[in-house]
């Protein structure tokens, strides 16, 4: 499918949430703006499936656990599920409390077009970085979009700098955490398993747990981050548990217990069974993760449509309740319809422009194999898990890339000392390089002989850079770590600065 149909099928969604905006709503006063911000939402929503949605499959897709028409149709059947089941019924309707409404003055329209411009901004910024195939935190493109906006409207004094801060230190935190986390896991699968004379009987040892272990991280985070919009339904459901506002992580670590006791009792002899007719070597161990990844993919891809659906449909929904009320809420209903538009709108997006992305993250930045990206997967779900417990700001996004870093590096070093082609390219260079340095300082008197030798030890040096450059990049693609973690870094800038501008614009436009 090319460029162009894509991009008529996109619009046609974003002409068909319009159109049922108008016909559903004709009789809110500034209708007109609405369908605007409904177009606007759903054409974030896109994005978000288009960007954030790869993170979640595209290490299944490297590894070849999924193919990519197999990732698309997963994440959007349960992106869609977790943001229409588990999205939850109201949103805050300023993202992560960064500006204070009061500076709004009461003034529900300059409210509503600060967040038309919000969304817009976040989605523009977010087309450029899938087109530049740089995976970047949805959250913080509306972060950004919010608070250029709110500086436009009511200056810089209406941003919360401390909440700022703290998602500015999530750029450190988050890929770190998860690049660690990664690595550990890997290393364990090497070094109790791939290292092992009886790689076999050690898998059949370490697959169930290391299984479990998934499991209960995945039970834990789905608590945490996808059951917390509906735990008053949870509750009705299951009375015996505490009457709290939202999941603790006690509870949601009980959880994830008893679904890896439950795991661990179900794997474990199909892990024996299936290892039986297995080779002793690397690629035979691989199989054993692969349809761990495909549940992996699958619970991440819930957990994200019921906690990032609110990057979408938050300030849509804020819009909606403000148009309707006349005011400015904290918390606005999420009706049916604006919850549908960005669980649609993310699996359409995911669906048209998603596999850019997921190539990107599976295959462009280090190769990846089924233990590699099932790797990549625990550690996306329990750095979120440490981090809820710790309450520090993390992105899933950061987390997840981070992840794919972790591994590349970790394979880097455990290789340092290997004897593939490129090293032993690169070994004799240096002893190459040397030889002409011990012959300099040997030489005689002539000039003009320890010049040309000086310049062709600089010439040898330079071809020493670009084989060491070649061996790091058969781990990981030092440019591409390069352009994301740059991405990263200007995200809220650049999503900040789009929105101060569409603010403007729209506040001078009447609709």
């Given at each position: ?346 699996s359409v997006g995911l669906a048209l422009f998603g596999p850019r992305l997921i190539k990107t993250v599976g295959t462009e930045i280090t190769d990846l194999d089924p233990m590699r990206a099932f790797s990549i997967m625990m550690a996306a779900a329990i750095t979120v898990v440490i981090a809820s417990q ?122």
């Amino acid at each position: 499918m090319n460029s162009t149909i894509k991009t008529i099928l996109g619009a046609a969604f974003a002409i068909a949430v319009a159109y049922y905006v108008q016909s559903a709503f004709g009789e809110i006063p500034s209708v007109n703006f609405l369908t605007l911000a409904a177009v606007f939402g759903a054409y974030m929503a896109m994005n978000i499936g288009a960007n954030d949605v790869a993170n979640n499959v595209g290490p299944a897709v490297g590894a070849g656990a999924l193919t990519i028409g197999g990732a698309v149709i997963v994440a959007s059947i349960f992106e869609a599920s977790g943001a229409l089941l588990a999205g939850g019924d109201v949103v805050g309707t300023i993202k992560k409390g960064i500006i204070d409404p009061v500076a709004f003055a009461g003034d529900p329209m300059m409210f509503v077009y600060a967040m038309a411009a919000a969304l817009l901004s976040a989605a523009l910024w977010l087309t450029l970085a899938t087109w530049l195939k740089a995976p970047v935190s949805t959250t913080h493109s509306i972060v950004g979009g919010v608070m250029g906006a709110g500086i436009a409207a009511g200056g810089f004094a209406i941003v919360s700098w401390g909440t700022m801060g703290k998602i500015a230190a999530s750029w450190v935190i988050s890929p770190v955490l998860g690049g660690l986390i990664a690595a550990a896991f890997l290393y364990i699968i090497k070094s109790q398993i791939l290292h092992q004379d009886d790689r076999l009987n050690a898998a059949k040892k370490i697959v169930p747990i290391l299984v479990s272990v998934m499991a209960w991280a995945f039970l834990t985070y789905l608590t945490l981050k996808g059951f917390k919009h509906i735990w008053k339904d949870v509750l009705e459901f299951l009375p015996f548990l505490p009457e709290t506002k939202k999941p603790t992580i006690g509870v949601a670590a009980s959880f994830g217990l008893i679904g890896a006791i439950v795991t661990y009792i179900f794997v474990k002899p199909r892990i024996s069974s299936k290892i039986a007719g297995l080779e002793n070597d690397r690629a035979a161990i691989n199989t054993l993760f692969t349809i761990p990844l495909i549940f992996a993919a699958a619970m991440l891809s819930f957990a994200h449509g019921a906690n990032d659906v609110a990057n979408a449909v938050g300030p849509l929904a804020a819009i909606y309740d403000a148009l309707s009320h006349a005011t400015i809420s904290a918390k606005a209903a999420i009706p049916l319809w604006v919850m549908v538009t960005g669980g649609v709108g993310i699996s359409v997006g995911l669906a048209l422009f998603g596999p850019r992305l997921i190539k990107t993250v599976g295959t462009e930045i280090t190769d990846l194999d089924p233990m590699r990206a099932f790797s990549i997967m625990m550690a996306a779900a329990i750095t979120v898990v440490i981090a809820s417990q710790l309450g520090l700001p993390v992105s899933s996004t950061h987390i997840a890339v981070g992840g794919v870093f972790g591994v590349g590096f970790l394979r880097e070093w455990m290789d340092r000392k290997g004897t593939d082609e490129k090293r032993i390219a690169l070994e004799q260079q240096r002893e190459k390089v040397q030889a002409l340095k011990d012959k300099l300082e040997t030489m005689g008197d002539d000039a003009q002989q320890k010049l040309e030798l000086f310049e062709t030890i600089k010439y040898e040096k330079k071809k020493t850079k670009v084989l060491k450059r070649a061996v790091k990049d058969t781990y990981v693609k030092r440019g591409m770590v390069q352009k994301i973690v740059a991405a990263w870094v200007i995200t809220v800038p650049a999503a900040a600065t789009l929105s101060a501008i569409v603010f403007f614009i729209i506040r001078g436009i009447e609709i």
